[in-house]
DNA sequence: GTCTATACGAAGATAGAC
DNA sequence: GTCTATCTTCGTATAGAC
């Protein structure tokens, strides 16, 4: 029984879990069972979110996740089999809106340049946008600490974002070279590096102490001393 | 049985657990029981040191630790009564060297510039010196990390750690600039917060993987843009 | 000082009743 | 699908013998 209900649970642990439009029974509210089982998966992603934010992943527990839900722990594995399935959902969740924030939009810096934002102004409007969103900058960065530590589940992931994150950067200044408007001397690969590297570090400190520094004008200075105006 | 099975972990990692009772006075350096227990202190530490930096401090447990030096996990407990008085002991062993590195040497770049080294020399030297020492770097970028999660034991002394690394160099930035060696519109308080968050980032991605990135070349790239030579 | 033995709790995960 | 009960392992810490 067990195995049946895993065969049609979920298709894949990704982010979606309604591509059933299977309504038994009842008409046209399509509220059947599956829809209710997604809205739970989606809760449970949720709440995975907010807990592996604020303690990490090592620190944070299935016990509260199932308690912010409402279910027992047991029921939450019975959508993730694991917690790392847990943490690969909430990572996907997230990741499909954007790379480095929750992207309030569309594209990020990197294709920002053959569009008609502003590379400097893309990367200042997802900074200022994250000071919204602390959570989720918090998330990335306890991950990135743990990612450091022996045997880290996390240290993949961590691996091939910083990867994705310079490989966009890169491309956004390499577009701002042939522009003409990157300063004499700067390679866009170290730029990228050290783009991503700031950003990190300076939210680390703010997030330690909100009021020690200011992460849009930290960024806003580093990128106008290597970027010239349009 | 379990405790058993730890005891017969060999000892061969540095220190002999052979409870030989010191000549007391005897020796080279008046070497007695007190040494002895001062030398398993320090070999303690030392292990202390290597765990938490490879496994971060939620991560690291006090049985590896023992395991290192040889001794059970309660005999451990009775140098250091708590996990957290372990940690502190292991702070405080390297903040008495430096403050940012394990410091090779004396002053730190803050002090550099009144000296007769240059702040940005003072502060390659240390990031050279520091890929010797990645345990160093390690042990304060994951306690970086977790210090972001909620009721973390180590919040406290990565907030203070930042306001000194923070000052610290904001006073070199100062002392340069009194001496005309800073680019005009260049905060020294802002520069010094740039300037540990591009050294803590481009670190974390080092420790992530060494071949991505070239912290030395980073840092002098940053700094030679905001420094004028000598 | 060092050990064995153990308390005590929390973690992730499994089995099986309903 | 959801639960209770349980398993197993691991964590810090304590008690007390030697």
Redesign the interface.
Known sequence: MTAADRSDASPADGVEATPRPAAPGRGRGSRGPYAKSAERRAAIVDAAFDVFS???Y??GSLQEVADRVGVSQTSLLHYFPSKRDLLRAVLERRDAVSIRGDGSGGAGPGSAADGDEDFTEAVLRQARHNEAVPGLI?LY??L???????DSPV?DY??SR??DL?SEYAAGFRALREQGRLVDGVDPD?AA??L???????Q??W???PT???VV??LR??ID??VLPA
């Open positions: 604020s303690r990490g090592r620190g918090g960065t306890a990135a600490g743990e990612a450091t530590t022996d240290r961590v691996a910083f990867d310079r170290r590096a050290a991503v590297a700031l950003w990190d570090g300076i680390l400190q997030l330690i102490d020690s520094v200011d004008a930290q200075e580093h001393r290597i």
